[in-house]
């Protein structure tokens, strides 16, 4: 595709459950970033990968957040025991080396 | 910790005048700067990208950055009601990760 996808762009779930988030960088971006942006705030980083590994994860807030790019493309964000906090809208950007291109975002509704 | 303060606004201006945004940063060692744009419910859009002392112009954007004050700032010239949006400041970190302002809220009235 012509940019970055993600996807779902809407998920209400529940306190407690587990969901996945999923982004599908431009093609040929080696570098890939996960963002969370809340209401009246900027886009606030969470992890960056080169490739297939987590060169910066030092944004995650805890450790019920994870994410992988297992082959070097397409990453998914898992998040466990979602707690209402969590609500936001999750931004991913690629970049190709130089700047960042974003996604349209997730918007994570935690009831 | 890195910071990026800008100005929430509202920044309100007449139809056809000039724009000014800023931005400061807290660390002196910050090498790259960039301007983003975005609409209420939207995703930020990059407009603009900065790495030298000076400015820098595309079209009716002018970016300014003075390191030595650490200082980058956003011009707007003839700015049109579709120029209404917050306005995104951010700053390269060390791993490439962008360090964003909480934005600053542009209106353009007509």
């Known amino acids: 595709g012509a940019g970055v996808s993600q996807t779902p762009s809407n998920k209400v779930t529940e306190k407690g459950k587990y969901v996945e988030l999923r982004c599908d960088p431009i093609s040929g971006h080696t570098a890939l970033y996960w963002y969370r942006q809340s209401l009246g705030q900027g886009p606030e980083f969470l992890i960056y990968f080169q490739g297939t590994g987590a060169a910066d994860d030092s944004g995650l807030p805890n450790d019920r957040f994870f994410a992988v790019r297992p082959e070097g493309s397409v990453s998914t964000l898992k998040i466990q025991r979602t707690e209402r906090g969590d609500s936001a809208v999750y931004l991913c950007?690629?970049?190709?080396?130089?700047?960042?291109?974003f996604g349209p975002g997730t918007r994570l509704t935690v009831l | 910790q890195k910071e990026v303060e800008q100005n929430s606004g509202p920044l309100s201006v007449p139809e056809g005048a000039i724009a000014s945004l800023n931005c400061t940063y807290s660390?002196?060692?910050?090498?790259?700067f960039f301007w983003y744009r975005q609409y209420s419910g939207k995703s930020p859009e990059l407009i603009m990208f900065i790495y030298s002392n000076g400015d820098k112009e595309d079209g009716r954007f002018t970016a300014q950055l003075n390191k030595a004050s650490q200082y980058v700032s956003l011009l707007i010239r003839d700015s049109q009601p579709s120029d209404s949006a917050t306005y995104l400041c951010?700053?390269?970190?060390?791993?490439?990760?962008?360090?964003f302002g909480k934005g600053t809220k542009l209106s353009v009235k007509p």
């Open positions: 951010a700053v390269g970190g060390s791993q490439g990760n962008l360090i």
């Open positions: 660390d002196r060692g910050s090498q790259s």
């Open positions: 950007a690629s970049s190709g080396g130089g700047e960042q291109f």
